[in-house]
């Protein structure tokens, strides 16, 4: 958390997006969606995102600026027998709680956080603050008295202009096999997949 210290960033929960009325971080798709009611699909942008309670907003301040926001949800993360194989073979593998018990793996769904959009300020970017909100993101996950959260999840951006995929992988993130398939029989059926499936394993506090 470094990052959050140097620079004074706090995070605060909002009912609303009325402090984003300037936000911008350069992504069209994005900023329209932050900006209009209606997003490129018709099915209503932020506000209405927000006013539904499909997910909560988080704002990022930087002293009184909104320097980033994201949200967030409950999520449901089906593993392959692909993707399970990956994590068995991961070097913290000894991490994954009950990775040896054959109960685990039987469970065909796993509880989840997901981050449904992120966003960090044009002249906020490349400043490591979008690594420091993933582990905010974190660190709230593991705090989670109600319910049990193994992992997080993203719809990361990949629409041909600009994919966010990179960032989620030097994150941690990786490609959910699951997804791939989704994307795939997508692609097969004429339709255009705009995002890629990712997931990180929440990793318990270092003692």
């Known amino acids: 958390m470094d990052t959050l210290r140097k620079n004074k960033i706090r995070f605060e ?3 609303d997006i ?3 009325l300037n936000f911008k971080c350069g992504v069209k798709q994005m900023d329209d969606f932050i900006h209009s009611e209606h997003d490129y699909k018709d099915e209503g942008g932020l506000l209405k995102h927000i006013e539904f309670g499909l997910s909560y907003l988080w704002l990022v301040y930087e002293e009184e600026h909104v320097i980033a926001f994201f949200t967030l949800s409950k999520d449901v993360l089906i593993l392959s027998y692909e993707d399970k194989s990956m994590i068995e073979k991961s070097p913290k593998a000894n991490t994954f709680p009950n990775a040896n018990e054959k109960k685990f793996w039987e469970r065909g769904k796993y509880a989840a956080i997901g981050i449904d ?23 709230y996950a593991r705090e989670d008295k109600l319910s049990s959260t193994l992992f997080l999840t993203v719809e990361a951006l990949d629409n041909g202009e600009y994919s966010s995929t990179v960032f989620y992988k030097k994150c941690g993130f990786r490609l959910s096999e699951a997804g791939k398939t989704r ?10 997949p705009l995002t890629v499936r990712m997931y ?8």
């Open 183 to 192: 994307n795939e029989n997508m692609e097969r059926d004429g339709h255009l």
């Open 117 to 139: 959009y992120l966003a960090v300020s044009e002249e906020k970017q490349n400043h490591k603050i979008g690594t420091a909100i993933i582990a905010k993101i974190e660190e």
């Open 13 to 15: 929960r909002a009912e």
């Open 200 to 207: 990180k394993r929440i990793l318990p506090t270092k003692e």
């Open 18 to 20: 009325s402090a984003l």
